[in-house]
Each structure stands twice: as C-alpha cells, then as structure tokens.
C-alpha cells in the first residue's frame, strides 16, 4: 500500500512516499530541498512558513524522487491536529484535493502520531506494545505509554520550556545559529560536561514532569555573567544536565509502570549523547531502547505515512470534512496533550 | 466547456460549476466554511451530472479576503488542477464583485472592506456586454475621502459595493451606488462571468500561485511613514 | 504580597518583584482587569520572567489553577479557551523578520474580537502589528531571584487607559 504524506505543522513543508509503512522511498522537506533543477530552472522561494507556495513542488518531488504518480498512490496522509493553525490548512487542504481527485481514503494524523510511529517504521514487530516513548521536540517534551495504535496513555510532560526549545536558546545566546540543538552537540563534543554545575530541575522529585525554564535561566545568566567562558564547556555541561534530567525521568517511569521498551522521538532524538546514555542506562536495567532513523526525527512527511498507513489499518479512513486543529486530544482514549486542561 | 469555481475569500464559501458560460449548481455554505470544500465539491458535481475528471477547468478567488480562508482554497485550486491536470484561472476578488453589474456601458467601480477603515477598491470601463477593463488597478485605501478621490468618482458613476453597515455613509455619498445586498460577497454567477474574461495559468504558474494580499499592513504603512 | 510601587513619569508604573511567585501574583492581578479585548506586550531578556508573568495573567483572567501553559516558541501561536474568556499566547523568539505572509497571518488573529492577545518578545513586531498594546517589561532586579517588572502602555491610548487607570497608586511602604 503506497500513501503519501504531508506535513505542514510549523515551518517546514514536507512530504514523503511510503510503502506499507515500513518502505520509504522518499522524504523531502523544504528547507533541506534544492528544487529548482527539477523544476525548469524556475526557483521556488523556499522559506519558512510559506506553505501554499511550497507545497505542490514539495509534494511533486516526493512523488517524482519515489518514481510515482499521483494515480500509483493507495492513499494520503497528513498532520492535521497539533501546530500553527494557518500551517496547517495548507496541508490538509492540498491532501483533500489529492484525496479527492484520485478517489483514494484520506488518513489525518495527529502530528505526535508521526514522532510516534517513526519509531514502528521499517521494524517489523521488533517493537511491540505496551512501550514507553520519549517524545523530545521543539514544542514538546512528553512520556507516553503507547498501549496499543491510536491508544496513549501520558505518564510525564514539561511544565514550561520544551527541551528543544532550550537547546535552540542557548545556541542562539550563544550565536551558534538555528536549530540550535545539533550546533550545540557538536561544540559540546570538545568540551568538559562537568565545568559547570548547572541545576538538573525536579530530578529528584518522584513525580514524571519536566520544568526546563530554571535551567535556562541559570546557564543564560552564566553566559551573561562569564562573557569569556569556554562555550566548549559551557554546551558540554548543558547538554549534560538536559540529558540528565531526560534519562533519569525516563527510566523511573519506565521502572514505575514496568515498560521495558524504550523508544526516542522528535527532533532532539537526533542528539547522539541522548540516545547512548538513554541506551546504557536501559540496558543496565535489562531494558531494550529503539530511536527512529535520523531522517525521520525531524518533522517530516514519511514519518505521517507511516503513521497513516497503520492507523488506516486500525481505524479506517477520514472523511472530507476533518478540520486542522491548533490543539487536539491524541489517540482514541481522548489524552489531551493540550495546554489550559488540568491533568491530575 | 465546463469550469468548476471555488471561493473561500469571505465568511461564506462558494463552490460552483459552469458550463459555456451558465451555472449549472452551486453550494454556499457558512462557518468555519473553507475546511468544507472538498465536501462541497464532492456533493456538488453528481446532481449536475459532471464528474471530477469531466471538469475542463478550475477556477478560483485569489483575493483579496480572508488570509486561512484564501490558503485553503488556493491550496486545494492548484492541487485539484495538478492531479487532474486542467488549467487554472486565477480570480480577483473585485473582478467578480463587479462583474454581475457590467451590463451598461461606462465606468464602475466596486469596492469592499478591508478592516480598520480601509477598502479595497478598483474601477473598470465596461463596454456594456459584459466585457470590463480594469482601469486604476486593485488599491487599498484608508478612509472614506482617499477612497473616492483615488476612484475619481463622479456624479452617476455605478459603484458597487459588498454588503456592510460601513458603506452607509459612502453609498449615500453617490448617486449610482449598488449596493451588494447579501452577505455572501461573491455570488456565483459574478465569478463565473469574471473567469470567462481572466487567462488560464499553465503548470508552472500553477506550481507557484498564491493568494493575492492587496492589504497595506501597518507594518507597511509604518514603513511609509 | 509586598509590592512596591512608583509613579516616576507619566503613567509609568514599576514593580520590585523577589521571586516568580510575586511575578505570578502580580500578573494575575493584571489579568482580572483585563478588559474582554487587549493586547498585552511582554518583553525582558530570556529567563527573566514572561512566561511566569503570562501563567499569572492566565490565572486572573479565570483558568482554574493547575492549568498548564507551556511556552509557544515553537509553535508561535498558542490558543486556549479558559471556559468563559478565550486568549492567544504568541511568542516571537524564534523571528527576526516577519515575512510578509507571516504580517498577515498575525494580523488575521489580532483582528479576532473578544480575545486577550498574550505576547512574548512584543517589542520586536507589535508596534507595527496593533495600534496599541499594554506593555509589560521585565528585568533581572537587585538580587537573584528579584526582577524589576514595569507596566506602560505604548501607541494608541485607548488600547490600554482604561487598564492603566484602574492601577492602584501608593507611595513607598514603610518598612
């Protein structure tokens, strides 16, 4: 089963072909495309958030890059819950059309449902339910139990600042540009992680919720206060403290609610100290971790492919008239990852 | 030859079909209304005995109007036109205000709100069979007196205007004034009459279309200052 | 809760805050005189205390308490509908320039009626985004844990006075 997934959320337009959600054969995202070749040497204006001018050369590259036309497609997926409202249209109105005018089922995905099951793609049955996901982003910091598709349970979440987003503020305070995560990892690789002593927030608090904002502020404020510091050192000891508090939560909630099954998501689980510390620490306790490849981290579009290929299995296809929605419940047991809803 | 018509540029959306020039159906609908088209389009085409694939053309509002809404349906025009591979006709907004009124030779003018004070406005020469040129192109404007003076009104000029308590006092002010009266702002036979004058985009005009923003933001106005 | 207050100037109102609790205190104060439609501006250095300042305003205008508001950096825009009052949260951290699609993209949810606009890192594109907005501006205070917040309004008056009016005014307390 072919299906085409499109993904609009925030910034980056993308699309991807995969086949029974395992097989990618292409996953092209705009701001790592460079189009114009393809297209008669006329140059789409690739920036950030400029969806509806995007989208048909993203969508036809996926297409062209996989070698198939809109007529070998099975069936289109798409985020449609979870992101910046007039992103999101934009795709989910280009997968109706598509949907629409080659009369295959329309699959709309919640966007965390394609970091999800970016980690099931290309592994058959390797990674079976129940399994603890670490969901680590620019906009999300989450522990989710994945009982079963379209089942989630949230065990643990970030009370202010996503991780990721702390990365990106310490490399822009920093000047290591945006996205900030994978300029901080590399400096952080010439340096000593323990220089400095940062604070590792709600560590010790036996309870599965993240607060990343004081730690933030204690490493902004060193480097306001030591403009000459080793940046080295002062990323290694950062990313350090993140990590720590990361993988500590991680394996008590594991620990807590018996999953030995441990799977990474999101654009952060691109960062390679993550995952080996992440991995060492569950493999001490007998533990199995899983991360997706890293071109399905980031946002993407065969990353909603996969999702919607297994999801269409489970729960069929969408109607023409499903909306985009800023803020939308997960799954079917109505989790709401949603701000402004109590939890406890 | 037949046209399908989508318009998501107001409070309400529009889908309509054409064939050599008359309206075989249409669908309006209010509310959140852009996330409906594709439904729209769906329920429309069956009843009217056309299928997707029978559709010679797509036609859409380009703008100006509502920013989500006019993504949407620009979004879904260029797809549907790419899938199906069928020419695309892109429509100002004010084209097909104006054009159900063009049936009397002379100048007229159309206008509709732009938010904060501002219009937007445009007038044409109309040869009075139903053929309309576009004289002062599509402006925005702040405040009544700018509008007319920028118009050239004159005494007996047909101006027609969508439907809002705002243009109470401009309507009063000319003589010719129509005004639109319903809150649907583009009715469908005024977007069909302004595809058949507009030129068909070709696939890679297609690829790269966007809404159109005629709107003086106050980021540009304060730039201007 | 302690708040010390001075009038320096115009209508110019400034505030020693000593932890994130006060911070919080004082922007749920602010937030239960927020009129049905505004727009508040918060600007200060990252970790000085806005998101803090914006979880208080949430508070008073009437979300129950353990209501979560995370930080919209990456999403830019976050919306949230407390059961009787809606307001939006944006956050402009993340943009050096708006693009003109992102002009109209915000001015479309600026125009949305009977919302209180929340906004971080304001003084970068509000002025050129509203007529006038309240403004909030948060600073590191003598201390670690003390920020200096002050209260003003910037552009068109009538966007705020009515809030800045109903701001209490005493003199320096006694110790």
Redesign the interface.
Known sequence: MLILGIDTT?DDTAAGVVEDGHNVHSNVIASQHVAHER??G?V?VI???????N???I??AALDEAGVT?QDLDAVAVSHHQ????SL??G???A???????DIPLVGIHHLEGHIYSNLMGRDGELAFPFLCLTV???HTLLLKIEDHGQYTLLG??????A??VF??VAR?LGLG?PGGPAVERLAAEGNPKAYTFPRPLINQPHFEFSF?GL??AV??TIENEPNANKADLCASFQQAVIDVLVTKTMRVARAHELDCIALAGGVALNMPLRKQLESAATKQGYRTFAPPLKLCMDNGAMVAGAGYFLYQHRGKD??????K??APLGESGLRYR?????? | MSILLIDTSGAYSTVAVAQDGDLLGFGTLKGRPAARIHEQIRTLLPPVGITLPDVDTIGVITGPGSWTGLNIGVTAAKTLALVLKKPLIPIATLDALVAPHSWTQGPVCAIMNAGRGRYYSASYASNGQGQLDLQSGHLTVSGIEALMESLLLEEGTPLVVEYGSTFGELVSHCAGAICHKSQVRLWPDGIVAAALQSTPLHREKIMSLTPTYLQATLAERNANL | MRLYLARPFGCLFQFISSSPEQTQALGAWIGAKLPQASVVGLDGSLGAGKTCMVQGIVRGLGSPKGTLIVSPAYNLVQEYNTGTRNFVHIDFYRLDQLSVSDTLLFTEIFERPDTVMLVEWASKFLHSLVPGFLSIKLSYGPSFSARCIQVTGVGEASAYSTLLASLPYYEHPPD
């Open positions: 925030c297209f008669g006329i789409p920036a950030a958030r400029e969806h509806t001018k989208i048909s050369y969508v036809h809109f992101g910046l409202l007039l249209v934009v989910v109105s280009a109706k059309s598509i949907a629409l005018a080659c982003a620019g906009g979440h970030t009370r202010d600042d996503a990721g987003e990106d503020k305070q945006y904002s933030k502020t902004l404020q109607a023409l008239t499903i909306e985009a800023a803020n701000p402004a809803t109590k939890y406890r």
